[in-house]
């Protein structure tokens, strides 16, 4: 059997893609699909976290075994017909770690496998794909600078607890740079004529 998986990108757009992909090909088989229906470029890290209705994560499929013991549950250990076991089923894909892309999958409908076809398949796009992962404030790429943008602001008032403005007049213009010349110079003095018995 095949399973039809609508793969919808986390962004304000809507913008998905259907998959289908063989009930007894892996997550793994899935995940290529994604990267190929969405043009993700180079091999970063990945994950399936499998959800329950409410969106409550039942666990996470990571590509590869990140676990101290090298047991962990990975990509081509699970199943699509485990994964998705019945329509309406969903899944959270997440591709990348600086730049990270979310996804959300979900089970339409299982069909009849069609002969003669190389599974995963995208048979449905919509939507265009950016550039870049789409930001969680939903600005696009961009948000990493404004959120810096206030600290340019005077947030802090700086101006108005340290006087601000453009006057850079000294505090103490009453001092007499005069009065310092009267001071004493003994002890370099004593030293000089130290240095002259020598």
């Known amino acids: 059997m095949v399973y ?9 757009e809507d913008i998905f893609r259907d998959i289908e992909v063989k009930g007894k090909q892996t997550l793994w088989n899935l995940h ?5 229906a969405f043009s993700l470029q180079g091999d970063e890290l990945s994950t399936f976290n499998l959800l329950e209705e409410d969106g409550t994560i039942v666990k996470s499929v ?10 962990g549950e990975i990509m081509s250990d699970v199943y699509i017909d485990e994964a998705f076991a019945s329509s309406g089923d969903k899944a959270q894909f997440q591709y990348g770690l600086l730049d ?7 089970l339409v409908e299982v069909i009849e ?6 599974y995963p398949i995208t048979v449905y796009r919509f ?19 404004k959120s ?12 108005d607890d340290f006087g601000g403005g453009d006057n850079f007049s000294d505090e103490d213009d009453s001092f007499d740079d005069e009065e ?9 003095d004593e030293e000089e004529e130290n240095d002259d018995e020598r």
């Open 4 to 12: 039809k998986i609508r793969v919808i990108l986390d962004a304000k």
């Open 32 to 36: 290529l699909g994604i990267k190929s």
């Open 62 to 71: 990571p590509l590869e075994d990140m676990s101290d013991d090298g047991d």
């Open 100 to 106: 990270l892309w979310e996804f959300f999958c979900e």
């Open 113 to 118: 496998e069609t002969k003669g076809v190389n």
């Open 127 to 145: 939507g265009n794909v950016p550039l870049k992962a789409p930001s969680k404030s939903g600005n696009g790429g961009g948000s990493k600078k």
């Open 148 to 159: 810096a943008m206030p600290l340019m602001d005077d947030e802090f008032n700086f101006d």
């Open 180 to 188: 310092e010349e009267d001071y004493n110079d003994d002890v370099f």
